[in-house]
């Protein structure tokens, strides 16, 4: 057996270390995919648009707060997070332009997790949630030049799904390793000097690395 097979191995074998009731808070670092569909112009129109980006790496952090009620035999936990990117390139063409955004987004979300018994130290979850979104395009236009026209902002209901891992560091400490997939709504630019304003629809998918604390 490898070594670090075995060490996978140990750390599945240990017996659980049961959790407490109560809050719990704690920060992470994000890392993730954010991209765009149903790209049209500020009338709803799609025809002649086309996106000229396939998705970008985006890293952001985020923090949450939660309450844990496994002390009353209830495996769930409550949580609410917020999450912020720095930076999506959302560029879309038509003919003879095009604009190019620099989007960044900031979620809160209202989440139920429930974890799943396994019996080992390694505690798995899953869950969903509900929210908010505020996502704002800092755009150029490209139709004769480059020209800034300015920051536009929205604000949207959006959900998400996730899973991950929880892991016990010691009494009160946590390593928290995750995945979530969020719709997070829409995102519009300002209207360009040549008439035309880009919007869109903005999905990740996340990872995020952090450790909480039980308090």
């Known amino acids: 057996m490898k070594f ?36 049209t112009d500020s009338n709803g129109v799609a025809a002649g648009i086309f996106d000229n980006d396939d998705g970008n790496l985006v890293i952001g952090a985020a923090g949450l707060v939660g309450y ?75 139709d004769v030049g480059i020209t800034d026209i300015g920051t536009n902002s929205t604000t949207n209901f959006v959900w998400q799904l996730q899973g991950g891992i929880k892991y016990p560091l010691d009494d009160n400490m946590k390593l928290r390793v995750d995945y979530r997939y969020v719709e997070l709504g829409e995102v519009e630019t300002n209207l360009a000097p040549g008439g035309e ?12 690395l952090g450790v909480t604390w039980d308090f």
């Open 68 to 142: 844990d009620f496994s002390g009353d035999d209830v495996p769930v936990s409550l949580e609410f997070s917020t999450n912020w990117r720095a930076r999506h390139d959302m560029d879309a063409g038509f003919v003879g332009g095009g604009v190019k955004s620099n989007v960044q987004t900031v979620d809160f979300m209202m989440s139920a997790l429930y974890d799943i018994p396994l019996g080992t130290q390694i505690q798995p979850y899953i869950g969903g949630g509900v929210g908010m979104s505020w996502n704002e395009a800092d755009s150029e236009d490209l």
């Open 197 to 208: 304003a880009i919007k869109a629809d903005l999905y990740a998918h996340d990872v995020r």
């Open 4 to 39: 670090h097979h075995l060490i996978l191995a140990s750390a599945l074998a240990l017996p659980l270390t049961a959790n407490a009731e109560g809050w719990y808070a704690g920060p992470l670092l994000m890392a993730g995919f954010t991209n765009e569909r149903d790209i």
